[in-house]
């Protein structure tokens, strides 16, 4: 095909196609693109007949690709992130007035500890704007990013598609919260008697606190796993539970009565949390606009280090003086 042939192609169809690729599925692809079933049939029809070629088969409710389908696919996708970065450059943006939509992936810590500053600042920016939060975490991430569910995300994050860029924002560092009413630190011995409460997306009983504790030989007791930060306070108050968090979100829950906030007796990783976003909105102005603002907000405080005058020089008999 050469480059008059391309006034035969429609990029709505290529859009559909690249859908149908990720969802494998007419009802998910119709929900993806705010399009009724009887469109994506149409579409795929017209699909078929422009690439002489079946394309898709079904097979129970899951739509296979072919074998020529999946060779369309890995050239168009590189060629449809680069429409899509063209276009953007010719996009202004005031974030005053603009009523665009961002679809924003933030794992439950996120959301729950810096979500309500940022959600504040963007409202007086951008009162128009609507922001989509879908709970996303570290191992989702890639995924949802690569099927363009989210245009940016912000987690502690693993490997990630070769299309996709990242920040760094702040050391993730955890705190040991507790509700009981006794004096002084804990212990370590105390803390591997107590009671603990695991908050795991995925429902895991253990994380970076078990293994450190592994590594010298100590166990401690998880009685408990949540889903989400939110539920800790209720669950724990008037207890001898104990729960390792971000430090971010132990900050937040210090207006709760009754909670208190610690070091944890043994040296704990701090993974790093990062703003990761999609390559193919890396110029967009609205998604820059988005990405500066969490980027200010969400970035760790620097905390300025008060630095004491310096006393004037003291003369030579000043000093003898000083000095006796």
């Not at 097979?59 to 696919?73: K, L, S, Y």
């Not at 590189?78 to 007035?97: E, M, V």
């Not at 940016?152 to 702040?170: F, Q, W």
């Amino acid at each position: 095909m050469n480059r008059n042939d391309l006034r035969r192609a429609d990029i709505n169809l290529l859009v559909v196609f690249e859908t149908m690729m990720r969802e494998r599925n007419v009802s998910r692809v119709g929900e993806k693109l705010f399009l009724g079933q009887p469109t994506i049939s149409g579409a795929l029809g017209r699909l078929r007949v422009l690439f002489d070629d079946p394309l898709f088969i079904r097979c129970g409710r899951v739509m296979e690709p072919t074998t020529r389908a999946e060779e369309i696919f890995a050239n168009l996708v590189p060629a449809l992130d680069g429409i899509a970065a063209a276009l953007s450059r010719c996009q202004s943006f005031d974030p005053s007035t603009s009523e665009a939509t961002f679809h924003v992936g933030l794992s439950d810590d996120v959301e729950y500890a810096l979500l309500p500053r940022l959600l504040r600042q963007l409202r007086v920016e951008a009162p128009n704007i609507k922001l989509i939060v879908h709970r996303v975490d570290q191992q989702q991430m890639s995924q949802r990013l690569a099927n363009g569910d989210i245009s940016v995300g912000i987690s502690h994050t693993l490997d990630l598609p070769a299309n996709a860029r990242r920040k760094a924002l702040r050391p993730i560092r955890p705190m040991l919260l507790r509700f009981d009413t006794r004096t002084g630190p804990l212990g370590l011995d105390e803390f591997c008697r107590r009671p603990h409460v695991l908050v795991s997306p995925m429902g895991c009983d253990c994380d970076d606190t078990d293994q450190a504790l592994q590594r010298l030989g100590r166990r401690r007791q998880v009685v408990l796993t949540v889903p989400q930060f939110s539920a800790l306070p209720g669950l724990m108050a008037h207890s001898e539970m104990l729960a390792i968090v971000p430090d971010y979100v132990a900050k937040a829950m210090m207006s709760v009565v009754g909670v208190r906030v610690e070091a944890a007796p043994l040296q704990l990783p701090a993974p790093e949390l990062s703003m990761v976003w999609r390559a193919a909105v890396h110029d967009d102005a609205g998604q820059r606009w988005l990405r500066s603002r969490c980027s200010a907000f969400l970035c760790e405080p620097v905390e300025l280090q008060v630095v004491p005058k310096s006393r004037p020089a003291l003369h030579s008999d000043q000093a003898l003086l000083a000095a006796r």
